[in-house]
């Protein structure tokens, strides 16, 4: 099969233009145009031994094994962020999709080589020049351009699992899962997993599993936030109108690149219950700002604004909220009430 990976730096490849350099991030994301790279740069330093030391740590506990523990010390690890070098394996071992890889060789080809639906191979090719726009990897003039990659693996996954199919976002998720992991097969494993396992019925037709989800949020944020919850209500705003896009896009071009890897680092780690952090974090931060609209659309531009700013790029800093700031949120709890909202869907 055609490869459609090499090895070239992202960033800066060899005689790449240094205004080329620094206007795109080292996943080939464009820079806004108000960058702040000054700030950027003493974010970074701050941070380089910090980041420097985690490496060696990981590299140790990883140094001949491909498995991954799941125990109290890789958790701590996995929460205060994988190395970019090491994320790949991580992911793959800690949710299963290598297992699933290893049990199964050649599926994936076999996938590509089998007939396709011409309607689920429609919509996806009509989704291809969404899909990230403004990354330079995602161009028809790249090399390599990946594109083609993208289509593979939704074309794949969509004849893998017929029940979902091809739905917009999916898109976004794989095309993240390749910026990463760099590599088809990988992409498409992770991606069962995330669909198949983590989130059920996220993608279905019904999106059964994404309406209750969404709904289970509001039930935390009205316990947790009441005064938010109280907002809500008020002007009759249903929590779909607001965080839809947050929850079937796993935060991909809602919050910031490196801010949404460390998400996906516990998402793959520890599960669904991370992205009810996340919400309830980003949340109860900005209740003061969310409370004072006065009417649905003054809502819907709050919950815009909160995603962007200094709070949600300084990623160590926003990692380590997510899990004080909500306080305690036990599985027990997220099983009552997805049950609970999974019936009140079901009524309706």
């Given at each position: ?252 071009d809602i919050l910031p690149v490196e801010t949404v890897l460390r998400i996906w ?31 649905l659309p003054e809502i819907c531009e709050r919950f815009k604004q909160i995603t ?41």
């Amino acid at each position: 099969m055609e490869n459609h990976f090499n090895d070239q730096r992202t960033e800066c490849s060899a005689g790449s233009d240094s205004n080329d350099c620094q206007r795109v991030d080292q996943y080939g994301f464009e820079r806004a145009e108000d960058f702040n790279y000054e700030s950027y740069e003493e974010f970074m330093s701050r941070h380089l031994a910090v980041v420097t030391r985690r490496s060696n740590k990981w590299s140790k506990l990883l140094q001949g094994t491909v498995k991954v523990e799941k125990n109290v010390k890789v958790k701590r690890y996995v929460r205060k962020g994988v190395p970019c070098e090491h994320r790949t394996q991580i992911w793959m071992a800690a949710s299963g999709a290598q297992d699933q890889l290893d049990r199964n060789p050649g599926y994936y080809h076999s996938l590509l080589k089998a007939e396709h639906d011409p309607k689920t191979e429609e919509v996806i090719r009509a989704d291809m020049h969404r899909t990230f726009p403004d990354n330079i990897q995602f161009r028809a003039s790249s090399q390599p351009c990946l594109q083609k990659a993208l289509f593979n693996v939704l074309l794949a996954y969509g004849h893998h699992n017929k029940d979902v199919g091809y739905c917009q976002g999916m898109n976004f998720i794989a095309g993240y899962l390749l910026i990463i992991a760099k590599d088809e097969e990988k992409s498409f494993w992770l991606m069962d997993a995330l669909i198949g396992k983590i989130l059920p019925d996220y993608y279905t037709p019904t999106m059964l599993g994404l309406k209750m989800d969404q709904e289970v949020l509001g039930e935390l944020v009205r316990m947790k936030v009441p005064a938010v919850w109280q907002v809500m209500n008020r002007h009759d705003v249903m929590w779909t109108l607001v965080v839809s896009r947050w929850f079937i896009c796993l935060y991909v071009d809602i919050l910031p690149v490196e801010t949404v890897l460390r998400i996906w680092d516990c998402l793959f780690y520890e599960g669904s219950k991370i992205l009810f952090r996340v919400a309830l974090t980003l949340i109860r931060h900005h209740q003061n700002l969310i409370s004072q609209a006065q009417s649905l659309p003054e809502i819907c531009e709050r919950f815009k604004q909160i995603t962007h700013g200094e709070y949600v790029e300084d990623y160590h800093t926003f990692m380590q909220k997510i899990f004080m700031e909500p306080g305690g949120l036990s599985t027990a709890t997220i099983a009552k009430l997805r049950k609970m909202c999974r019936n009140r869907i079901a009524s309706v």
